[in-house]
């Protein structure tokens, strides 16, 4: 599913419906300014500052983890809704909830940073929902990154801490004297990979899905970048060229188009599959061609291209003249749209946070949200 918010603040969603059909809210979706996603449920959030949402109701559409939100409101504090075993209910730690700055999801819980750095976090145990076990190491926490069931928070001193599931990145105790001076993290599904000052990289869990990048490791110098698809990664390097690694069925075997991967500006990913801007405004794909890794169908018409976002099985890529190419599983994309794409949560992406917005009035369905600046959601998933 993929969602256009146009010129004129209104919305536009196509793709497989699942969750995602807006037509019983359209006419309540106007001057829509963010939208967030669950699993097959969507948040926006309008310029007057209330919030509509729709999808199933379970996941959080009747107002994301694997369906619920989270929303700062502008005193700090946080509204939950959606389901109460994913993180839609944070009553637990409701009273912790104060000057909140940010909040990350992993597929079924959430961790929120606070003014002191320090954290909170609520949800299923089993996917980070629970850091007591590290709690008095999470002091001047910087960032948070979540994989599909663990957490890992950069510290202000550059170490990292990891909690949640250790199958999906949440025990970094084999790297954890490499992991110094550390600038930047990325997630695939069950692995994550660091950026240290230096530009090297450190990799760790799962290796055949992106915990293991010592076949690449030499060629790991000076990046600046790196996004993850479900079981790989992909690594933009200071010259423009890219190394990437982990499963070849998920994008981590870029050989196909090696030559072409030059002066890239932009990686974006689907679930098993990448596409890069180029400099001159072309794209290269590469993974499993059914998830976008093959716009062979379309590669006349990229051209220009200024951005690209993806759902879980396709991409879209907005052109110079505001026009959308897509492409992909045909469900999950239309052909084309003449407006700005605003896509929610996918599979293989990041919540959305830090886009903080002035202002917002949560919608009266809502029971006691006022002013949200930012709605999180946990990650949905398409098959």
């Given at each position: 599913?993929?969602?256009?918010?146009?010129?004129?603040?209104?919305?536009?969603?196509?793709?497989?419906?699942?969750?995602?059909?807006?037509?019983?809210?359209?006419?309540?979706?106007?001057?829509?300014?963010?939208?967030?996603?669950?699993?097959?449920?969507?948040?926006a959030?309008?310029?007057?500052g209330?919030?509509?949402?729709?999808?199933?109701?379970?996941?959080?559409?009747?107002?994301?983890?694997?369906?619920?939100?989270?929303?700062?409101?502008?005193?700090?504090?946080v509204?939950?809704?959606?389901?109460?075993?994913?993180?839609?209910?944070?009553?637990?730690?409701?009273?912790?909830?104060?000057?909140?700055?940010q909040?990350?999801?992993?597929?079924?819980?959430?961790?929120?940073?606070?003014?002191?750095?320090s954290?909170?976090?609520?949800?299923?145990?089993?996917?980070?929902?629970?850091?007591?076990?590290?709690?008095?190491?999470?002091?001047?926490?910087?960032?948070?990154?979540?994989?599909?069931?663990?957490?890992?928070?950069?510290?202000?001193?550059?170490?990292?801490?990891?909690?949640?599931?250790?199958?999906?990145?949440?025990?970094?105790?084999?790297?954890?004297?490499?992991?110094?001076?550390?600038?930047?993290?990325?997630?695939?599904?069950?692995?994550?990979?660091?950026?240290?000052?230096?530009?090297?990289?450190?990799?760790?869990?799962?290796?055949?899905?992106?915990?293991?990048?010592?076949?690449?490791?030499?060629?790991?110098?000076?990046?600046?970048?790196?996004?993850?698809?479900?079981?790989?990664?992909?690594?933009?390097?200071?010259?423009?060229?890219v190394?990437?690694?982990?499963?070849?069925?998920?994008?981590?075997?870029?050989?196909?188009?090696?030559?072409?991967?030059?002066?890239?500006?932009?990686?974006?990913?689907?679930?098993?599959?990448?596409?890069?801007?180029?400099?001159?405004?072309?794209?290269?794909?590469?993974?499993?061609?059914r998830?976008?890794?093959?716009?062979?169908?379309?590669?006349?018409?990229?051209?220009?291209?200024?951005?690209?976002?993806?759902?879980?099985?396709?991409?879209?890529?907005?052109?110079?003249d505001?026009s959308?190419?897509?492409?992909?599983?045909?469900?999950?994309?239309a052909?084309?749209?003449?407006?700005?794409?605003?896509?929610?949560?996918?599979?293989?992406?990041?919540?959305?946070?830090?886009h903080?917005?002035?202002?917002?009035?949560?919608?009266?369905?809502s029971?006691?949200?006022?002013?949200?600046?930012?709605?999180?959601?946990?990650?949905?998933?398409?098959?």
């Amino acid at each position: 599913m993929l969602i256009a918010t146009l010129g004129d603040g209104h919305v536009v969603t196509w793709g497989d419906d699942l969750g995602g059909g807006s037509i019983a809210v359209q006419d309540q979706l106007r001057d829509v300014q963010q939208i967030q996603a669950s699993e097959y449920a969507f948040a926006a959030i309008l310029g007057d500052g209330s919030v509509v949402s729709w999808g199933n109701a379970v996941c959080g559409g009747d107002s994301g983890s694997d369906g619920a939100f989270a929303a700062i409101l502008g005193d700090g504090s946080v509204v939950t809704w959606g389901n109460p075993d994913c993180g839609g209910d944070s009553s637990v730690v409701q009273d912790q909830l104060r000057d909140v700055q940010q909040i990350q999801a992993s597929m079924a819980a959430f961790a929120a940073i606070l003014i002191d750095a320090s954290v909170v976090t609520w949800g299923d145990a089993d996917y980070g929902g629970d850091s007591s076990a590290v709690q008095n190491q999470l002091r001047d926490v910087q960032q948070i990154q979540a994989s599909h069931a663990a957490f890992a928070a950069i510290l202000g001193d550059g170490t990292v801490v990891t909690w949640g599931n250790a199958v999906c990145g949440g025990d970094s105790s084999t790297v954890q004297e490499q992991l110094r001076d550390v600038q930047q993290i990325q997630a695939s599904d069950v692995a994550f990979a660091a950026i240290l000052g230096n530009g090297s990289v450190v990799a760790w869990d799962y290796a055949g899905f992106g915990g293991d990048s010592s076949v690449v490791q030499d060629q790991l110098r000076d990046v600046q970048q790196i996004q993850a698809s479900d079981q790989a990664f992909a690594a933009i390097l200071a010259d423009g060229s890219v190394v990437t690694w982990g499963d070849a069925d998920y994008g981590g075997d870029s050989s196909s188009v090696q030559d072409q991967l030059r002066d890239v500006r932009q990686i974006q990913a689907s679930h098993c599959a990448f596409a890069a801007i180029l400099a001159d405004g072309s794209v290269v794909t590469w993974g499993d061609a059914r998830s976008g890794g093959d716009c062979s169908a379309v590669q006349e018409q990229l051209r220009d291209v200024q951005q690209i976002q993806a759902s879980g099985l396709a991409f879209a890529s907005i052109l110079g003249d505001g026009s959308v190419v897509t492409w992909g599983i045909p469900t999950m994309a239309a052909t084309a749209l003449r407006y700005r794409i605003s896509c929610g949560m996918c599979r293989g992406s990041k919540p959305l946070v830090g886009h903080s917005l002035q202002s917002w009035s949560m919608d009266p369905s809502s029971p006691g949200a006022i002013s949200p600046a930012v709605v999180t959601a946990v990650p949905y998933w398409i098959s």
